[in-house]
């Protein structure tokens, strides 16, 4: 498991985890992969595996509604983002695709290179070498979208019921 | 009980509900849903859903080709293409092809996003309503298309920021001005999740001055920026046939509770420039005069109306571009275009050296029109200056009212529009 710490950038924006010249070409996991993080990270794309962990500053997801950069990091297994804050559209386009945020300015201020890492989903806690800290979880309402496995599968499960009750 | 602030009062109203508070998540039928070029990847998502389900309402969404239009690659063409026929297949009235305008303006002119209702968008800038009074905000693709297939969404109840406004705007400087200003004092995650309204003087603001306000919400963060409902917009509802009958503001309660409360006075605004590479990176124009500009770049859903092109041209009548630069011009939509070719003001950009683009998105996103070069910087009227933004990682984006860009086409530098 590799650890991308970006935790000194705040403002890592749409358009340096997914460049908007490639939004109307690229839509698939396959075409979103190669240019994931491009202008903030150029080894990113091709060094990243599945379960690696992201830290960043404040504001992570900022700009654009594009979901190339949820998508992509979703689809090469990004176990989970952790930054000391996100931007709003990011963040529910996170929970569409079922994609781990962790909202914990002080485990990114914690985290330094070598420190062991290790997420408690269920009870929301992150522990950072010794410390371990919480981290707010979803309100139920919206647990119940992540659970499914995001928006669609969520949107489908509803309908579905709707079919059979009519 | 204090009162409610407008984004708790017309998301009460939404779901049925006499009172929200921050932070509580309510389900919605939203008005309008927005999807422009990106609706043939949304649709995509959902073709056998389509299928099975069918589609929620066919007045639901507003589809607007808009962002690469007209299509730069056989790609981009099959992505208009699969729009045109979904738009066929389900009977959608409200499509507009390409060369209609730029989707937050067309959302606007058509009267899609009236005062009070609730419009969502797959894309950022969808908070531009906010400027007539309607709770408006992006979302993501996939939210999109849920939406197409049940209507329905959820919302966290935001807190609010309360903006109040006092005295006019001077001369030559303008919303686009005060609105950078406001986003490097607060920055790009001042207002983060949470509803910005503005209060005070705000009848000397147009309708397009608003449009400018709002539509940068988004880059503090916020989940809507709104304007309370007055004669400015009624007037401009009245030029659109819109009788003030058919819609139902809301405003925030005189008690209601705010996060953080500021108050700005217009007349001490100066002309400001964000640089790269960030909005809330904005300084007085003094502050970067002189910087050379390869690139002048006006228009946008931003400041893309027939106002930015009247003061523009006051500025570059009679004048040219000087060689060391260029000036692009991007109308907002077509009825912008056809105004500023009747007035005449359109003959006054070109001849001064203006390059007329088509109206939509054009070099704003980098796809196409207008890409920038390594190592060059671009003075321009869009809403974000993001490295890589305008297609090249290595080139500068500054952002700046109409007045300051036009004003610097005249001498290929940062000048301030005041000196002109």
């Known amino acids: ?166 | 009980m204090s009162g409610m602030t407008f984004a708790e009062k017309i998301l009460a109203r939404k779901a049925g509900k006499t009172k929200v508070v921050p932070g509580q998540i309510v389900f919605i039928y939203p008005d309008h849903l927005l999807t422009h070029d990106n609706t043939s990847a949304i649709i995509g998502k959902i073709s056998k859903d389509l299928e099975i389900y069918g589609l929620y309402n066919r007045d639901l969404p507003v589809i607007v080709l808009d962002h690469v239009i007209p299509a730069s690659s056989d790609k981009t063409a099959k992505g208009h293409h699969s729009v045109r026929k979904f738009v066929q297949k389900y009977g959608i009235r409200n499509f507009f092809d390409i060369g209609r305008g730029i989707c937050h303006q067309v959302v606007l002119e058509e009267g899609l996003a009236l005062p009070g209702q609730v419009v969502v968008g797959s894309d950022s800038h969808t908070c531009s309503y906010g400027a007539v009074g309607c709770f408006s905000t992006g979302i993501d693709r996939t939210e999109a298309a849920a939406l197409l297939l049940t209507g329905k969404t959820w919302f966290k109840v935001p807190i609010s920021i309360k903006i109040s406004l006092k005295n006019r705007l001077p001369a030559t400087v303008s919303a686009k001005d005060f609105i950078l200003k406001l986003i490097s004092d607060i920055g790009a995650d001042g207002a983060d999740y949470k509803s910005v309204e503005f209060h005070g003087a705000l009848e000397a603001l147009s309708i397009s001055d608003r449009i400018t306000i709002a539509n940068m919400g988004i880059e503090m963060g916020a989940k809507t920026a709104v304007f309370p409902v007055d004669e400015v917009t009624e007037e401009f509802f009245r030029h659109l046939n819109i009788d003030k009958n058919s819609y139902d503001p809301i405003w925030a309660d005189e008690d209601a509770v705010y996060e953080r409360c500021l108050t700005y006075d217009l007349s001490e605004i100066v002309p400001m420039v964000s640089k790269p590479h960030a909005v809330d990176k904005g300084v007085p124009v003094s502050d970067v005069l002189d910087l050379h500009v390869d690139q002048c770049f006006l228009g946008t859903c931003t400041n893309g109306r027939v106002e930015d092109f009247r003061n523009a041209a006051t500025l570059l009548t009679g004048k040219t571009v000087h060689p060391d630069t260029r000036l692009l011009i991007l109308p907002a939509s077509r009825q912008v275009l056809s105004e500023i070719i009747h007035d005449g003001t359109l003959t006054a950009l070109v001849e001064a050296g203006g390059v007329l683009l088509p109206p939509g998105c054009g070099p704003c996103l980098g796809a196409h029109q207008g890409v920038l070069a390594p190592g060059e910087r671009c003075l321009s009227t869009a809403n974000r200056n993001f490295k890589g933004r305008m297609g090249c990682p290595d080139a500068e984006i500054y952002l700046a009212s109409p007045e300051t860009v036009a004003a610097s086409a005249i001498y290929g530098k940062i000048t301030d529009p005041r000196t002109v």
Request: with cysteine.
């Open chain 1, 1 to 166: 498991m590799t650890i991308w710490f970006y935790g000194n950038q705040d403002g890592i924006n749409t358009d340096m985890l997914f460049p908007g010249k490639y939004t109307y070409t690229c839509a698939t996991a396959d075409e979103i992969k190669p240019h994931l993080l491009e202008d903030l990270d150029p080894n990113f794309a091709q060094s990243v595996q599945k379960d690696d962990l992201i830290f960043a500053g404040k504001n992570f997801g900022c700009g654009s509604s594009r979901e190339q950069p949820v998508l992509g990091l979703k689809s090469v297994g990004i176990q989970a983002v952790i930054a000391k804050s996100f931007a709003r559209i990011f963040y529910r386009a996170a929970i569409n695709q079922g994609l781990l945020l962790i909202e914990s300015p002080e485990a990114v201020d914690a985290y330094s290179p070598g420190k062991p890492v290790s997420i408690d989903f269920i009870n929301g806690r992150i522990t950072v070498g010794e410390d371990t800290f919480g981290f707010p979880t979803l309100p139920e309402e919206v647990t119940a979208i992540r659970e499914a496995g995001g928006l669609l599968e969520y949107t489908r499960k509803f309908l579905d019921s709707r079919l059979k009750n009519t």
